[in-house]
């Protein structure tokens, strides 16, 4: 049954979908994407009962936020649509109940009219919405900033957001899921990067603060707190107990993790970007103004 019921829940979604933020097409166009990858992962081995009052109560509230405008079309058409599935034959003996409770509050189509080739869709964006969607991550509730993943791994992806959290997805696993999420910044954070081994990671925020996390335990092992906003950070690619920092007062500062020992150079504006080249002997820094600086760093006294 759990197929038939995922359909008619999608369906549902999918039928209110055009009245949720009229003003955002991609929005909902990543809502139904997120509702149909979640209803495949959760959907399996529910209980009939659990199945229908589940459906009745999401087709109330969705009603209630959105109103009754459709048209009121019995939900004895699912029956028809899902003839051909092995599971429709389980549905039947609860269909024609529901229909009487939510007939009133919504009306259904069948997943074909989500189809690139029905009438109703008009521009190329969204006849072709669902294609190629990997996975849909949703566990911040803020911007996301930046996104890096860990050196020669396709699997592990640092996510940095305005919600002040930091968080680890592995995108090889099946299906992809969270690893984890870091919390210990107060303010939105800026930047991230990850060690040479990958076994440590480094955040910026605008709190003042950088962190350094362990990537195996997600503790945050080091924390070094400045009065300034800090825009940017990375690891020296050589030498990872050191960090670079770039902040809102044109700041570049080189960061000894171990000590806390501060050393920094000034190039004006606010520091948004920077770039080691792989010996580690010269730092590019970009700022807010569209200047590009060169640093050199000395490996004896940094």
């Given at each position: 049954?759990?197929?038939?019921?995922?359909?008619?829940?999608?369906?549902?979604?999918?039928?209110?979908?055009?009245?949720?933020?009229?003003?955002?097409?991609?929005?909902?166009?990543?809502?139904?994407?997120?509702?149909?990858?979640?209803?495949?992962?959760?959907?399996?081995?529910?209980d009939s009962n659990v199945c229908r009052q589940y459906l009745k109560i999401r087709a109330t509230l969705l009603q209630s936020r959105y109103g009754s405008s459709f048209d009121q079309i019995s939900l004895r058409r699912l029956s028809?649509?899902?003839?051909?599935?092995?599971?429709?034959?389980?549905?039947?003996?609860?269909?024609?109940?529901?229909t009487k409770d939510i007939e009133d509050s919504t009306s259904h189509y069948s997943l074909d009219d989500l189809s690139p080739s029905n009438p109703r869709h008009t521009t190329i964006h969204e006849n072709y919405a669902f294609v190629g969607?990997?996975?849909?991550?949703?566990?911040?509730?803020?911007?996301?900033?930046?996104?890096?993943?860990?050196?020669?791994?396709?699997?592990?992806?640092?996510?940095?957001?305005?919600?002040?959290?930091?968080?680890?997805?592995?995108?090889?696993?099946?299906?992809?899921?969270?690893?984890?999420?870091?919390?210990?910044?107060?303010?939105?954070?800026?930047?991230?990067?990850w060690?040479?081994?990958?076994?440590l990671l480094v955040s910026s925020?605008?709190?003042?603060?950088?962190?350094?996390?362990d990537t195996t335990s997600h503790k945050c092992i080091r924390s070094i707190r400045g009065t300034t906003r800090l825009l940017s950070c990375l690891f020296h690619p050589v030498n990872n107990n050191v960090v670079i920092a770039g902040n809102i007062n044109g700041q570049v500062e080189v960061v000894n993790i171990?000590?806390?020992?501060?050393?920094?150079?000034?190039?004006?504006?606010?520091?948004?970007?920077?770039?080691f080249e792989s010996s580690g002997l010269n730092l590019w820094a970009g700022n807010d103004q569209g200047c590009l600086?060169?640093?050199?760093?000395?490996?004896?006294?940094?």
């Amino acid at each position: 049954m759990s197929v038939a019921w995922q359909q008619q829940v999608f369906a549902l979604d999918a039928r209110y979908n055009a009245h949720r933020a009229k003003g955002s097409p991609n929005f909902r166009t990543l809502y139904i994407r997120r509702r149909n990858q979640l209803l495949k992962e959760f959907g399996s081995g529910k209980d009939s009962n659990v199945c229908r009052q589940y459906l009745k109560i999401r087709a109330t509230l969705l009603q209630s936020r959105y109103g009754s405008s459709f048209d009121q079309i019995s939900l004895r058409r699912l029956s028809t649509n899902t003839r051909t599935s092995p599971e429709s034959n389980q549905c039947n003996d609860w269909v024609g109940s529901l229909t009487k409770d939510i007939e009133d509050s919504t009306s259904h189509y069948s997943l074909d009219d989500l189809s690139p080739s029905n009438p109703r869709h008009t521009t190329i964006h969204e006849n072709y919405a669902f294609v190629g969607v990997h996975h849909i991550f949703d566990q911040h509730t803020a911007a996301v900033t930046m996104l890096k993943f860990a050196n020669n791994d396709r699997a592990r992806l640092c996510c940095v957001s305005n919600d002040s959290t930091v968080s680890i997805c592995n995108l090889l696993s099946q299906p992809p899921t969270l690893e984890c999420i870091l919390k210990g910044h107060t303010g939105p954070v800026t930047g991230c990067d990850w060690s040479m081994s990958n076994d440590l990671l480094v955040s910026s925020s605008l709190d003042g603060q950088l962190c350094v996390w362990d990537t195996t335990s997600h503790k945050c092992i080091r924390s070094i707190r400045g009065t300034t906003r800090l825009l940017s950070c990375l690891f020296h690619p050589v030498n990872n107990n050191v960090v670079i920092a770039g902040n809102i007062n044109g700041q570049v500062e080189v960061v000894n993790i171990s000590t806390g020992i501060k050393h920094s150079s000034s190039m004006g504006g606010r520091v948004l970007s920077m770039a080691f080249e792989s010996s580690g002997l010269n730092l590019w820094a970009g700022n807010d103004q569209g200047c590009l600086m060169l640093f050199r760093y000395d490996m004896n006294s940094g």
